[in-house]
């Protein structure tokens, strides 16, 4: 399935320790669109994120957009059980203000660091 993948490029934050788990941070999976899908202006060109489209199989793709696991009564659960080790993606340019670029799954799952 080929998809446009959004992933987080800066962090949120709150000064409370506990909600500042369910804010989006670096690396974080935000969400996904099926290629083709007509994004915005500033979608396209926001310092926040960079779209990349993958070819995924849609087990893996759930998979890393899974929330956390757990008893959201005991704890603040974060959005997302994997962050990506943007490190690890080469092709991803952060400092591009335009980018669409492409990853293979198998660069995905290399940068995939469960939480």
Known sequence: ???DLVIALTDKVNPDPILDLGCIKVGDLICWELQGHQWSAHEL???NWRIVTIDILPTT?????APEDG???IKKLRRRKYRLDL???AKLDRD???IKGKVTQAELMDAAVLL
């Open 1 to 3: 399935m080929l998809v």
């Open 96 to 98: 591009r203000k335009n």
């Open 45 to 47: 060109t926001s310092p």
């Open 61 to 65: 793709l759930n998979a890393l957009m």
């Open 71 to 73: 008893d959201p009564g």
């Open 87 to 89: 490190s690890k993606l």
